[in-house]
């Protein structure tokens, strides 16, 4: 009999219990359960019983997630567990080797038609160790109770940079660190979102052992449970990333922030909630947190980016988290100065007592760079777990003193005492437009205390007052150091193939007036041919370790760089901007020391920084000249997204090269493609981003994109459109033809490209959510229809993000230029506007981005309700990180739905719902809704809906339509996202309903249809 036969056999009792396993000889007896229910609107679990052992843990069977372990008592144990993000439609419970299992009946999500399906993994048949580098294969098996078709997706927990959708995962190679423990699991799901998780551990060698997990703080009441604040925390971006080394030519620094409003609740009209100030009497801070369901463990935490033990290198140490604050240290080649230095000894400019981090020395590599004299080291000294320092735009611009910046970005809480100490570290500035504290700046790797890795640490805020936290939550900094360079640019690849160079050296040296006589002229360049480097050149000892193999691809890319500027453009016409001799990193930036990065200097990034920083943006009178760096992802996607070749799984292949100079050929994409010359990474128009985007972005290890969207199957393409469009292309490369990406931001100036990254290649949720419950959503955020890259213009205003300042160039006194906001009559577009009719003021506005957005009915973050970009809630694992931030504000998974978590109970008591922004007689909740789960309306005379149902809209529309549909039968837009019981009917008529989750709400669930269409 399969497994799930036998747990739907019936019973009489109002909980099914089904013993399954056999206690191991010599074992104690398996436990008993003596009583299991479950409350579903709650979502609070209860199961008691009896054992002869001493400890009792409970789980999830369906999930395989722990839940809970205690010690018996008497023989006896009892678990109560409220909040659980999903329902566990069976339990497990363990005691010493043995377990029994036992299934909820009459439970509204696991009755018969619905339910999850039941998966295992049965190769290796439990946990695994292995040596580091070994490869294991794994299968498992997944059914479904209603027959239904099947996703399959494993997850190695960080182990391996892959993600096999099959039964099978053949020769898994478990490299991604030593001495560690992965969590392996493996997920079906069926088409209604319902899944099942087995899991195994695999240890990779010997994990070290560490300190006991460091004090958290004691968690506030907030949102619902809150009767007086309410804190709401979330990321500008889902996930943060950026190199895993910073010796070598590391690519990105390692900043990331958390942003949080908060609230005093209150009810409607004057006594709304109101948002706190930096002025007001509540102050911000943060501190390490861990979530007792987090599937890497219920003690991991991330409190400090110091490696373990404190102060020993990356390589050397138990646990690392980076090389970060590694000391600087001198590479063997001669200074600035040309003075020779000392290849390993310690960077310590003049004027400090200790040596160098990497940290500092990234930042130092500009100006002159004279570390022993006073005033020419432009760095900010950085120790360990030091937040980033944050760049200051304006002090560039007023002071022309160059590479400066603000305080110091905020440190993380184990600064005082690495892997002892969780302070709460204050929140650093504070956004006064709209209302939002931010903490900038925190310099976070993905690798907990335990050196376990987990890309989705929490951090605890809190608001204090007279200080007391009075209110907190839970929110995810995630992180990730999933660049993936090393597929292409390690010796051998496709992008570090020596013997392409090898042979150009020789005929540059063969070269003459009768043999090769266009290869004369570069004689003088030949050190700039390319000599790459293999991982055992940079460190024997640690060749294997990724860290290392990043490092020789960082330094290979280096030598292409200079290569593409120092040889093969050298001779271009018109000559390259950086002029005939080049421009170089190794020569010019790395000079004597072990690193510098792409985006410390030349290429900065928003939002790694502000656009507006100096070099981003060109003089008038300097455009067509090329004065300026490429911004770095425009550098990137341009670069990697407009060559030709083909690549092999293997990531060898071949690249398109002119026959002279070898230098890489670009695709012109103002002519449709020639099929006979193919792009080397292809986005095709119904393909998905394995092809292109994940070869560099995180996703195959980490999971970047894991919203509800994700889940729903949109990628990457579907908002973004692919590479070249991503670096300001005007067309799908793969449907037509456009204008090309600009070379370097001097092309134009920034008002004159055709298309900005970060701006135009960004959709808004309106471009595919119309706003309509009867019409579907769109999967293609853009119109493809002519090839050309539009997004669709927002069909309402119901799901669109709001208005922001138009941006344009401003020329400053000494002709340089810098980013302003278009104004007029000294109006430019302020926060929160919906409608581009501002008196005086018009025509300053243009659509903006989620991240930066403002809901019409409160002002609040659009991120606030919904989670960030790329991490929209729910994540479809209920047991996820991403999910603690919702479940402590409203109970539940999903997007913030519970009105009590901002409002005060009886808010909406006295029948108020309309005003505000959206007019007398206007729904004015979010996006125009209605109080959800209000007693007050809908209750035992019907409620307040009964007269608003009646109401029509701004432009005279039925109200209820957008959400419950035109035929009031309910559509997507009014699902509950839970169990809900309502109570309805007229005065001493009561009818109770309850409605399972998922339910679409619609007129009939109390009345008839006919009555819903009265006036």
Same mark, same amino acid.
């Given at each position: 009999?399969s497994l799930y036969?036998?747990?739907?056999t019936p019973?009489?009792?109002?909980?099914l219990?089904?013993?399954?396993?056999?206690a191991?000889?010599?074992?104690?007896?398996?436990?008993?359960i003596?009583k299991?229910?479950y409350d579903s609107v709650?979502?609070t679990?209860n199961?008691s019983?009896?054992?002869?052992?001493?400890?009792v843990s409970?789980?999830d069977?369906?999930?395989?997630q722990?839940?809970?372990e205690?010690?018996?008592?008497?023989?006896?144990?009892?678990?109560?567990?409220?909040h659980?993000?999903?329902?566990?439609?069976?339990?497990r419970?363990?005691?010493?080797?043995?377990?029994?299992?036992?299934?909820?009946?009459?439970?509204?999500?696991?009755?018969?038609?619905?339910?999850?399906?039941?998966?295992?993994i049965?190769?290796?048949?439990?946990?695994?160790?292995?040596?580091?580098?070994?490869?294991?294969?794994f299968?498992?098996?997944?059914?479904?109770p209603?027959?239904?078709a099947?996703?399959?997706?494993?997850?190695?927990?960080?182990?391996?940079?892959?993600?096999?959708t099959?039964l099978a995962?053949?020769d898994?190679k478990f490299?991604g660190?030593?001495?560690?423990?992965?969590?392996?699991?493996f997920?079906?799901?069926d088409?209604?979102?319902?899944?099942?998780?087995?899991?195994?551990?695999?240890?990779?060698?010997t994990?070290?052992?560490?300190p006991?997990?460091?004090p958290?703080?004691v968690?506030?009441?907030n949102?619902?449970?809150s009767?007086?604040?309410?804190?709401?925390?979330?990321t500008p971006?889902?996930?943060?990333?950026?190199?895993l080394s910073?010796?070598?030519?590391?690519?990105?620094y390692?900043?990331?922030w958390l942003?949080?409003?908060?609230?005093?609740?209150g009810?409607?009209?004057?006594?709304?909630?109101a948002?706190m100030t930096?002025?007001?009497?509540?102050k911000?801070?943060l501190?390490?947190?861990?979530?007792?369901?987090d599937p890497?463990g219920?003690d991991?935490i991330?409190s400090?980016?110091?490696?373990?033990?404190?102060?020993t290198?990356?390589?050397s140490?138990?646990?690392?988290k980076?090389?970060?604050?590694?000391?600087c240290?001198?590479?063997?080649?001669?200074?600035?100065?040309?003075?020779?230095t000392?290849?390993g000894?310690?960077v310590?400019p003049?004027?400090?007592?200790?040596?160098?981090?990497?940290?500092?020395?990234i930042?130092?590599?500009?100006?002159?760079?004279?570390?022993?004299v006073?005033?020419t080291?432009t760095?900010?000294d950085v120790?360990?777990?030091?937040?980033?320092?944050?760049?200051?735009?304006?002090?560039?611009f007023?002071?022309?003193q160059?590479?400066y910046?603000?305080?110091?970005?905020?440190?993380?809480p184990?600064i005082?005492?690495?892997?002892?100490?969780n302070d709460p570290q204050?929140?650093?500035?504070?956004?006064?437009?709209?209302?939002?504290?931010e903490?900038n700046g925190?310099?976070?790797?993905?690798?907990?205390?335990k050196?376990?890795h987990?890309?989705?640490?929490?951090?605890?805020?809190?608001?204090?007052?007279?200080?007391? !936290?009075?209110a907190?939550a839970d929110a995810?900094v995630?992180?990730?150091?999933?660049?993936?360079?090393?597929?292409c640019?390690?010796?051998?690849?496709?992008?570090a193939?020596?013997?392409?160079y090898?042979?150009?050296?020789?005929?540059v040296?063969?070269?003459s007036?009768t043999?090769?006589p266009?290869?004369?002229?570069?004689?003088?360049?030949?050190?700039?041919?390319?000599?790459?480097?293999?991982?055992?050149?940079?460190?024997? !000892?640690?060749?294997?370790?990724?860290?290392?193999?990043e490092q020789?691809a960082?330094i290979?890319?280096a030598?292409i760089?200079?290569?593409?500027?120092?040889?093969?453009r050298?001779?271009?016409?018109?000559?390259p901007?950086v002029?005939e001799?080049g421009?170089?990193?190794?020569?010019?930036y790395?000079?004597?020391?072990?690193?510098?990065a792409c985006?410390?200097?030349?290429?900065r990034?928003d939002?790694?920084?502000?656009?507006?920083?100096g070099?981003?943006?060109v003089a008038?009178d300097?455009i067509g000249?090329?004065?300026?760096?490429?911004?770095y992802a425009?550098?990137?996607h341009?670069?990697h997204?407009?060559?030709l070749g083909?690549?092999n799984a293997?990531?060898?292949?071949?690249?398109?090269?002119?026959e002279l100079?070898?230098?890489?050929k670009m695709?012109?994409?103002?002519?449709?493609?020639?099929p006979l010359?193919p792009?080397?990474?292809?986005?095709?128009d119904?393909g998905?981003p394995?092809?292109?985007?994940?070869?560099?972005h995180?996703?195959?290890q980490?999971?970047?994109?894991r919203?509800?969207m994700?889940a729903?199957?949109v990628?990457?393409?579907d908002?973004?459109?692919d590479?070249?469009?991503?670096a300001?292309?005007?067309?799908?490369?793969?449907?037509?033809a456009?204008?090309?990406?600009?070379?370097n931001n001097?092309?134009?100036s920034?008002?004159?490209?055709?298309?900005h990254?970060?701006?135009?290649?960004?959709p808004s949720?309106a471009s595919?959510?119309t706003?309509?419950?009867?019409?579907?959503?769109?999967?293609r955020?853009?119109?493809?229809t002519?090839?050309t890259?539009?997004?669709?213009?927002?069909?309402?205003?119901?799901?669109?993000?709001n208005?922001?300042p138009k941006?344009?160039?401003?020329?400053l006194d000494?002709?340089s230029?810098?980013?302003?906001?278009?104004?007029?009559?000294g109006?430019?577009?302020?926060?929160?506007?919906f409608?581009?009719?501002?008196t005086?003021g018009?025509?300053?506005c243009?659509?903006?981005?989620?991240?930066?957005?403002?809901?019409?009915?409160?002002?609040?973050?659009c991120?606030?309700c919904?989670?960030?970009t790329?991490a929209?809630?729910?994540n479809?694992d209920?047991y996820?990180?991403d999910?603690?931030?919702?479940i402590?504000?409203?109970?539940?998974t999903g997007?913030?739905?519970e009105c009590?978590a901002c409002h005060?109970a009886?808010a909406?008591k006295?029948?108020?719902?309309d005003?505000?922004r959206y007019?007398?007689?206007?729904?004015?909740?979010?996006?125009?809704?209605?109080?959800?789960?209000?007693?007050?309306w809908?209750?035992?005379?019907?409620?307040?809906?009964?007269?608003w149902?009646?109401?029509r809209?701004?432009?005279s529309?039925?109200?209820?339509?957008?959400?419950?549909?035109?035929?009031h039968k309910?559509t997507?837009?009014?699902?509950t996202?839970?169990?809900r019981?309502?109570?309805?009917?007229?005065t001493?008529?009561?009818?109770?309903?309850?409605?399972k989750?998922?339910t679409q709400i619609g007129c009939?669930l109390?009345?008839?249809?006919?009555q819903?269409?009265l006036?």
């Amino acid at each position: 009999m399969s497994l799930y036969k036998y747990l739907h056999t019936p019973l009489v009792a109002l909980s099914l219990l089904v013993f399954l396993g056999v206690a191991n000889a010599a074992t104690l007896p398996k436990p008993k359960i003596s009583k299991l229910s479950y409350d579903s609107v709650s979502n609070t679990l209860n199961v008691s019983g009896t054992t002869k052992a001493e400890k009792v843990s409970l789980y999830d069977a369906v999930a395989d997630q722990w839940l809970a372990e205690q010690a018996s008592v008497g023989g006896k144990f009892t678990f109560t567990i409220t909040h659980l993000p999903t329902t566990p439609c069976s339990i497990r419970v363990e005691a010493d080797g043995a377990s029994v299992i036992a299934e909820l009946a009459k439970v509204p999500a696991c009755l018969k038609g619905d339910l999850p399906p039941v998966c295992k993994i049965v190769s290796p048949t439990g946990d695994k160790q292995i040596n580091f580098g070994e490869k294991l294969s794994f299968l498992a098996t997944a059914t479904d109770p209603e027959k239904a078709a099947l996703y399959y997706e494993w997850d190695f927990g960080g182990g391996a940079a892959v993600r096999p959708t099959a039964l099978a995962a053949n020769d898994i190679k478990f490299a991604g660190g030593n001495n560690t423990t992965y969590k392996v699991s493996f997920t079906a799901t069926d088409l209604t979102g319902r899944r099942c998780t087995d899991r195994i551990t695999v240890t990779v060698g010997t994990p070290p052992a560490t300190p006991a997990k460091v004090p958290e703080q004691v968690i506030a009441k907030n949102g619902i449970d809150s009767d007086e604040y309410v804190v709401l925390p979330y990321t500008p971006f889902s996930m943060e990333f950026h190199d895993l080394s910073y010796f070598g030519m590391p690519q990105m620094y390692p900043i990331n922030w958390l942003n949080a409003v908060v609230l005093r609740k209150g009810s409607v009209g004057g006594d709304k909630p109101a948002f706190m100030t930096k002025t007001g009497n509540v102050k911000l801070q943060l501190s390490a947190a861990s979530n007792p369901y987090d599937p890497v463990g219920n003690d991991s935490i991330n409190s400090t980016s110091q490696n373990y033990p404190v102060g020993t290198v990356f390589l050397s140490s138990a646990v690392q988290k980076s090389d970060w604050f590694d000391p600087c240290v001198y590479n063997g080649e001669k200074d600035r100065n040309g003075v020779l230095t000392v290849k390993g000894k310690p960077v310590q400019p003049f004027g400090f007592s200790t040596p160098f981090t990497m940290a500092s020395c990234i930042f130092g590599v500009v100006n002159e760079f004279k570390p022993d004299v006073a005033n020419t080291w432009t760095a900010v000294d950085v120790k360990p777990d030091q937040g980033h320092p944050v760049y200051d735009s304006d002090f560039w611009f007023d002071t022309k003193q160059g590479y400066y910046k603000k305080a110091a970005g905020i440190a993380m809480p184990g600064i005082s005492k690495p892997y002892q100490a969780n302070d709460p570290q204050p929140f650093n500035d504070f956004d006064a437009e709209r209302s939002v504290f931010e903490a900038n700046g925190l310099a976070m790797f993905p690798t907990d205390d335990k050196g376990r890795h987990n890309p989705y640490p929490l951090m605890r805020v809190e608001a204090v007052s007279a200080g007391k !936290a009075v209110a907190s939550a839970d929110a995810v900094v995630a992180i990730s150091t999933e660049f993936n360079c090393a597929d292409c640019h390690t010796k051998g690849k496709i992008a570090a193939d020596q013997t392409v160079y090898d042979k150009l050296k020789q005929d540059v040296e063969n070269s003459s007036a009768t043999v090769n006589p266009g290869l004369v002229k570069y004689k003088p360049k030949l050190e700039k041919i390319p000599k790459f480097v293999s991982p055992e050149e940079v460190d024997a !000892a640690h060749k294997n370790e990724r860290a290392v193999i990043e490092q020789a691809a960082s330094i290979n890319m280096a030598e292409i760089h200079d290569f593409i500027y120092g040889f093969a453009r050298a001779f271009n016409d018109p000559v390259p901007w950086v002029g005939e001799e080049g421009l170089f990193i190794i020569d010019d930036y790395n000079k004597g020391i072990s690193a510098t990065a792409c985006g410390s200097y030349c290429h900065r990034s928003d939002p790694k920084v502000n656009q507006n920083w100096g070099p981003m943006t060109v003089a008038p009178d300097q455009i067509g000249f090329g004065t300026a760096c490429p911004e770095y992802a425009n550098s990137l996607h341009n670069t990697h997204g407009r060559m030709l070749g083909k690549l092999n799984a293997d990531f060898t292949g071949s690249i398109e090269r002119d026959e002279l100079s070898k230098a890489f050929k670009m695709a012109d994409l103002t002519k449709k493609l020639d099929p006979l010359h193919p792009l080397l990474l292809e986005a095709k128009d119904s393909g998905t981003p394995d092809a292109s985007c994940l070869l560099c972005h995180q996703g195959k290890q980490d999971k970047y994109q894991r919203d509800v969207m994700t889940a729903a199957g949109v990628n990457c393409i579907d908002c973004h459109g692919d590479i070249a469009v991503v670096a300001g292309g005007t067309a799908m490369a793969s449907r037509a033809a456009g204008e090309n990406p600009p070379d370097n931001n001097g092309t134009k100036s920034f008002e004159h490209l055709v298309r900005h990254n970060y701006r135009d290649s960004l959709p808004s949720c309106a471009s595919c959510h119309t706003g309509e419950g009867d019409e579907p959503v769109l999967r293609r955020s853009y119109d493809m229809t002519t090839g050309t890259f539009k997004n669709l213009v927002a069909k309402t205003e119901r799901f669109a993000e709001n208005l922001t300042p138009k941006l344009a160039d401003g020329v400053l006194d000494d002709n340089s230029s810098k980013l302003v906001e278009v104004a007029q009559n000294g109006q430019s577009c302020p926060p929160g506007t919906f409608s581009d009719g501002l008196t005086p003021g018009k025509h300053v506005c243009e659509r903006g981005l989620f991240k930066l957005s403002l809901d019409k009915h409160g002002l609040l973050p659009c991120a606030t309700c919904h989670g960030p970009t790329h991490a929209i809630w729910p994540n479809p694992d209920p047991y996820a990180n991403d999910n603690v931030t919702a479940i402590q504000l409203q109970g539940h998974t999903g997007t913030l739905l519970e009105c009590s978590a901002c409002h005060t109970a009886d808010a909406f008591k006295g029948g108020v719902v309309d005003g505000l922004r959206y007019g007398a007689g206007i729904l004015a909740g979010p996006h125009g809704m209605h109080p959800v789960n209000d007693p007050y309306w809908v209750n035992a005379d019907g409620g307040f809906h009964n007269q608003w149902a009646k109401k029509r809209g701004l432009d005279s529309e039925d109200q209820c339509a957008a959400c419950h549909g035109k035929d009031h039968k309910g559509t997507r837009l009014s699902k509950t996202p839970v169990d809900r019981i309502f109570t309805t009917g007229k005065t001493k008529k009561f009818k109770k309903v309850t409605v399972k989750a998922g339910t679409q709400i619609g007129c009939d669930l109390c009345h008839s249809l006919e009555q819903s269409f009265l006036k």
